[in-house]
């Protein structure tokens, strides 16, 4: 499984932006979108299960950014709306074979970054 996650920029606080993973899905994997500030770990974003397109929240996030799949094109993408400073970070998209895990050492398939910078 090769991914590769674009669509990151600069966006004013409260804008909106959309991410984008290629190359994803398979019969019984979890896609999930993670994040990465400066200085902080890794953390869990968003979830969505390729069968039956079930998603999975972390509470920050919930209400603003809504994540979805497009099986025909084999994209996962993240809608992210009225975006805060503290989504600054750079995004990364993943895969696991099995159900959505909010842990990052569940995932085994990793694309590489895409910044998103919010400015305030």
């Known amino acids: 499984v090769q991914l590769q996650a674009s669509g990151g920029g600069l966006v004013q606080a409260g804008g909106s932006l959309r991410l984008s993973c290629a190359g994803a899905g398979r019969t019984n994997y979890a896609m999930g979108w993670f994040r990465q500030a400066p200085g902080k770990q890794r953390e869990f974003v968003a979830g969505?299960?390729?069968?039956?397109?079930?998603?999975v929240y972390v509470d920050s996030v919930k209400g603003r950014f809504i994540i979805s799949r497009d099986k025909a094109k084999r994209m996962v993408y993240l809608q992210m709306n009225d975006v805060k400073s503290e989504d600054t970070a750079v995004y990364y998209c993943?895969?696991?074979?099995?159900?959505?895990?909010?842990?990052?050492?569940?995932?085994?398939?990793w694309g590489q970054g895409t910044l998103v910078t919010v400015s305030s």
């Open positions: 993943a895969a696991r074979n099995g159900d959505i895990t909010m842990e990052t050492s569940g995932y085994g398939y």
């Open positions: 969505i299960t390729w069968n039956w397109g079930t998603t």
